[in-house]
């Protein structure tokens, strides 16, 4: 970029020529926008970053807000920032927050030299935000690419993390000391490491979600991940894959008193002399692997996970190589191959290797048999997608996105009061190989608890009508959902219906009804806090805070569309409802 001007950074005429000039005058708060091209500091010298200050880099230089510029995590149009004989950043107890924020920047050629630590950056008791980077081509003796050390908590997100070398520990990563990475979106892809960690070196917790760890190698311990004294990192939606260790643990190493916890991950396609997947050394070591897979690597002794003596690994609702225990969950491996779980898997012989697709075929064995529990709703899983596609999670990072072809050709479900009693019907036109029918109920609409179960008819070409009756309904409310499951335990929601019991209608009332603009709803004092117009699927459309003293309320409904909505009205111990039309 051409600047001509002051050099006082107030435009892009006037922008400072010096990078690391600009980044010193700035005040807390500010944000210093870097033109694309490449800076370099004086030989042996790094740049540093600066306490609250927002570095965004990547520009064109001609816009005007950070909303303008687009910015695609590549290579192309970056800003460039070069090592000189020293590491590229060096963030060394300058009291960096995660106010402090670096983002849209290509970190390279940065050398720390054979003692030191962080090739790309490094953070010595500095906690800042580094997102939208890539790092690569850096060489140090710990944390090729970065290093967190002495109480250094960053922020990682959205980054590339790829060829850099340690000469001993942390290809891509080292963390170290007292601090608490949090790790997201990361791609940590062809790094090695002289000694252990070719990808990352735990010393320290952190958390690690959504993300690629691949193709690195170690020429000792842990081609993937190191996990030092007590480090226990917890893993969520990431996949370690096809990377190499020359000797223990292709995945992941743990050392003694680190207990990792894997959250629908998968290890696949590493190599190493022992422990092809996972390499538990001295005691006492536990980690917790759930909803995961680890299949496919390979050792000369122990393909899937090595326990030294007395250690042990709590497992559940996952897929294990070499492991027939299907207790908690868990599916008998024996027998399946591995071409039956991934699109396209690589032969861990290949490692260390960046190819290969891991997502799961349709039809896979690992797709609907997880464990929901604490799931959320809104989680998404490592290629960005809805994390729960199906009634059912499924194993590993990634969630199948093909709906399952179910069994039953399903015609009708409906439901009524009977009494004190909820009474559903329903009707199938054909069924094949259907095991059940399971109902569930809730009284809001999301959280749902099996009450009971219908056998299938397994095979049929006939029409086939169900009931099942719900004894014990809430006053107000009932959500009830139709699930079917087929022989092999796969499961999808037919339908949801809603039933109001014990209500007293003529405490609400709404008006015009059909409307097609604007309706108005009246209710008694004192009564309510809470208004939800929901759909007859159970979405709920909008929720209204109701003060004490209201007694009626006026909606603009002109935007729904076309049909019947509930209004229902909630309060600390009575709940009403009452439908109107939308025309």
Known sequence: LAATGTGNGTS??????????????????????????????????????????????????????????????????????????????????NGLTRLAILDGFKITEGNSGLDEEGGGIYNYNASPTLNNLIIVKNTSARGGGISNNHDSSPVLSNLIILGNYATQDGGGIFNGGFGFPIITNLSIIGNSSGYSGGGIYNSSKSDISNTIISGNHSFIHGGGIYNDFSSSPLLNNVIVNT?????????????????????????????????????????????????????????????????????????????????????????????????????????????????????????????????????????????????????????????????????????????????????????????????????????????????????????????????????????????????????????????????NFGLDQEMISVYPNPAEEVINIKFAANVYQQLSIINLGGQVIRNVNISNEQSALTQNVANLPAGTYLIMLKGATSQSQIKFIKK
């Open 243 to 499: 990377n190499k260790a020359d000797s223990g643990g292709g995945g992941i190493y743990n050392e003694q008193g680190s207990n990792p916890v894997l959250i629908n991950s998968t290890i696949t396609g590493n190599i190493a002399t022992r422990g092809g997947g996972i390499f538990n050394s001295s005691f006492p070591i536990i980690p917790t692997i759930k909803n995961s897979i680890l299949f496919g690597n390979v050792a000369t002794n122990d393909n899937g996970i090595y326990n030294a003596p007395r250690n042990s690994v709590n497992i559940s609702y996952s897929l294990i190589q070499e492991s027939s225990n299907t207790a908690n969950g868990n599916l008998n491996a024996i027998g399946i191959l591995y071409n039956d779980i991934f699109t396209n898997p690589i032969v861990a012989s290949d490692a260390p290797t960046i190819i290969g697709d891991y997502t799961l075929k349709t039809g896979s064995p690992a797709i609907n048999k997880g464990d929901n529990t604490d799931i959320p709703s809104d989680a998404k899983d490592l290629a960005g997608n809805p994390r729960i596609f199906e009634m059912t999670i499924d194993m590993g990072a990634y969630e199948n996105q093909t709906a399952t072809v179910l069994p039953v050709e399903f015609t009708s479900l409906t439901i009524k009061a009977e009494l004190n009693s909820a009474l559903l019907k329903w009707q199938t036109a054909s069924e094949s190989n259907n095991k059940k029918f399971i109902i569930s109920r809730s009284f809001n609409g999301t959280d749902f608890t099996e009450i009971g179960t219908v056998n299938g008819a397994g095979n049929s070409q006939n029409l086939n009508s169900y009931t099942f009756t719900d004894f014990s309904p809430a006053k107000g409310i009932n959500y009830y959902r139709l699930a079917q499951q087929d022989l092999n335990g796969t499961t999808k929601v037919l339908g949801i219906k809603a039933l």
């Open 12 to 93: 892009w005429t006037n922008a400072f020529t010096d990078f690391q000039a600009g980044i010193n005058a700035a005040a807390a708060g500010d944000s210093v926008f870097v033109a694309k091209g490449t800076y370099q500091p004086a030989s042996g010298v790094s740049f540093s970053m600066k306490e609250a200050v927002k570095i965004y880099g990547s520009f064109q230089g001609t816009e005007a807000t950070l909303g303008q510029r687009f910015f695609v995590n590549s290579a192309a149009d970056s800003s460039v920032l070069k090592g000189n004989g020293k590491r590229v950043i060096t963030n060394f107890l």
